[in-house]
């Protein structure tokens, strides 16, 4: 591919980026803006917003390429990531808004009473994010490999370079216009090239899809464990994953909160059949790329390799572009709650400590990246998944629906479903892709059952601890605004 | 505007600010939903909810396994074609969101529809 189209891609993007976040620094001036943008974003921006930030490289790259490799295997995961974002409308969207509560750990503590279970879930919070910034940063080393030839850490810096500009200049406010912008940029990133390359293929009377059939890596089928456990992953990860939930708080109330989730419902189904199609067209017409280990730069390559000279070029550097969006906008979202968690925690919750904790955010995971190799991207986001559905998830949903939850029972539950999934991943990693066993590299099914059966168990044993303002709470928590005292 | 002093039964030290004329009617209002009254209201509105939420859920999943199980246990389905296209990929690839949007759909509508009856019972305008 010609280097120049990879450079000028993320050059324009990062550029956009940035004036975003400087018309963003114009507008937001106190710590409410900061934090959660004023809670008056509208529900068609928040779910752009949303469905920019939660589109990450494991969507735009890793999906696709998953599907190069392993086939109908692989739409599951598409399924999960928009499965998800049902179960969190269902269980957590209104509720969540209600609490009032900035942050995850804000949220436990009001619903808990309890100092040690906000910085249990603080902890937890911080680990998750940087566990997703990671594959973040792996894609970005990815795409500058593959499309400028460039040494692999120049992408990596860059995008933490370009994401600490935005956060510390403009903060939430501006953040929601960079996300909502990006994901429309993502979304048209991946419909033009396989358009444009499903019309030419049309016109040349090639069939569509002759033999998708074909399995090109020879890999068994997955079974029924690993479709379950995939499953529960993404369905009861998503409700935990902290950039996504700190986007609820910007809703004006508990009804537009639901209303937003269904938009991004909408917005995550027509995306989803874009790698769908990246995937079953590379499997008929690129199955080589698989074979050289290069799935998951298939998004990148295909239009390349399919159309060739300057249109060719053209639809590759949209493509670059859109995964880099991909990756700057999911790992600006993740910075944006990571810092709110530690600066309220550690700084003082001022805008200068926030700056600071948004450069701690930033800087860690980007050491953590450049130590480690990149795996399949798909994957190694669907584990950070299972991380937050056996530690968060069980929180918020006891915490929400149950009166007899108690902050003893929740940290008992964290610890445990931390220690099993971190455990498990740890194991993963040490034992290399091929010596895992299932029950390992998709440890979701058995530690998400683990952690609600401690949170249940602990908390049945210490029934004294269930805070004295529960009834107070779960009534705010579950009645709907009135709608002139909205802000108490 | 003067202090004025709560009285109503809090179990949270009320905040050091001088209440406005809306949050001393938000404070009416919790008292009422915090009498016993009220929380029978509360109460059933929870459970109204929560059991809405699960038979969706239930729904959505079990629609779900339908899938997997045609899937899995259906011969022929990966020869047979749409437009082109492998049956097998246009269920799984593009069939479930369908289902997804009305399931969300569904539930938007009927939460709402309880939290107006709630209103509706507590005297709210």
Redesign the interface.
């Known amino acids: 591919m010609n280097p120049v189209v990879g450079i000028a891609a993320f050059v324009a993007v990062s550029l956009a980026t940035a004036a975003f976040g400087f018309y963003g620094l114009r507008i937001s001036r106190t710590t409410g803006d900061f934090y959660v943008a004023s809670r008056t974003v509208r529900p068609w921006w928040n779910a752009s917003a949303i469905g920019g930030e939660y589109l990450s490289a494991a969507s735009f790259l890793g999906v696709a390429g998953l599907i190069l490799l392993s086939g109908t295997d692989a739409l599951w995961f598409p399924v999960g990531y928009t499965a998800g974002y049902l179960m969190l409308l269902l269980f957590v969207a209104a509720p969540l808004r209600r609490s009032g509560a900035y942050t995850i750990p804000d949220f436990t503590e009001a619903r808990l009473d309890s100092r040690a279970a906000r910085r249990v879930t603080s902890l937890v919070v911080v680990m998750v994010g940087w566990l997703y910034i990671v594959p973040q940063l792996h894609g970005a080393a990815l795409a500058i490999r593959i499309t400028t030839g460039l040494p692999a850490w120049v992408g990596q810096v860059a995008v933490v370079a370009v994401v600490c500009f935005t956060v510390i200049a403009g903060g939430m406010r501006s953040i929601t216009f960079v996300q909502a912008f990006q994901y429309w940029l993502k979304l048209t990133a991946l419909a033009v090239p396989i358009l444009f390359i499903l019309f030419m293929l049309a016109s040349n009377g090639t069939p569509a899809a002759a033999d998708a059939a074909v399995n090109p890596t020879g890999a068994p089928a997955a079974g029924p464990y690993q479709t379950i456990s995939l499953l529960v992953a993404l369905l009861f990860g998503t409700l935990g994953l902290p950039h996504v939930l700190v986007r609820f708080y910007t809703n004006p109330d508990g009804q537009s909160a639901r209303r937003t989730t269904l938009i991004v419902l909408g917005l995550l189904s027509v995306f989803y059949l874009l790698p769908t199609a990246y995937g079953l067209t590379g499997r008929t017409f690129a199955p080589g790329l698989a074979q050289s280990g290069q799935a998951d730069a298939l998004v990148l390559l295909l239009p390349g390799r399919m159309v060739g000279g300057m249109a060719g070029d053209l639809l590759s550097a949209l493509v670059v572009a859109g995964a880099f969006a991909a990756f700057l906008s999911t790992t600006s979202g993740l910075v944006v709650s990571l810092a709110g968690v530690i600066s309220q925690d550690l700084l003082g919750g001022s805008v200068r400590g926030f700056r600071w904790a948004a450069l701690i955010s930033a800087l860690v995971p980007l050491g953590i990246a450049s130590m480690t190799d990149s795996l399949a991207l798909a994957g190694s986001v669907g584990l950070v998944f299972a991380f937050t559905a056996s530690t968060i998830c069980p929180v918020l949903l006891l915490g929400i629906w149950w009166r007899g939850l108690t902050d003893a029972g929740a940290i008992a539950g964290m610890v445990t479903g931390g220690v099993l999934c971190g455990g498990a991943m740890v194991a993963g990693s040490v034992l290399g892709a091929a010596g895992t066993p299932s029950w390992l590299a998709l440890p979701a099914a058995w530690t998400v059952p683990a952690a609600f059966a401690v949170m249940v168990l602990v908390s049945r044993a210490t029934r004294d601890r269930v805070p004295r303002t529960i009834t107070r709470l779960m009534t705010r928590l579950h009645t709907p605004e009135r709608p002139l005292a909205t802000e108490r | 505007m003067t202090r004025v002093r709560v009285t109503a039964p809090?179990?949270?030290a009320p905040r050091g600010t001088a209440l406005t004329a809306?949050?001393s009617?938000?404070a009416s209002?919790?008292a009422a939903?915090?009498s016993d009254a009220?929380?029978v209201f509360?109460r059933s509105?929870?459970r109204s909810?929560?059991r809405l939420?699960l038979v969706?859920?239930g729904g959505?999943l079990l629609i779900?396994v339908a899938f997997?199980l045609v899937?899995g246990l259906v011969p022929g389905l990966?020869?047979s074609?749409i437009?082109?296209?492998?049956f097998?990929?246009v269920l799984?690839?593009?069939g479930?969101?369908?289902v997804?949007?009305l399931?969300?759909?569904l539930?938007?509508r009927t939460?709402?529809r309880n939290?107006a009856r709630?209103?509706d019972l507590v005297g709210?305008k």
């Not at chain 2, 437009?83 to 492998?86: D, E, K």
């Open positions: 809090r179990s949270m809306a949050r009617a938000a209002r919790e939903e915090e009220g929380q509360v509105l929870i909810q929560l939420a969706v859920a959505f779900l997997a899937l990966a020869e074609t437009a082109g296209l492998p097998n990929w799984l690839g593009a479930i969101y369908p997804t949007g399931s969300a759909w539930y938007i939460a709402a939290e709630y209103r709210d």
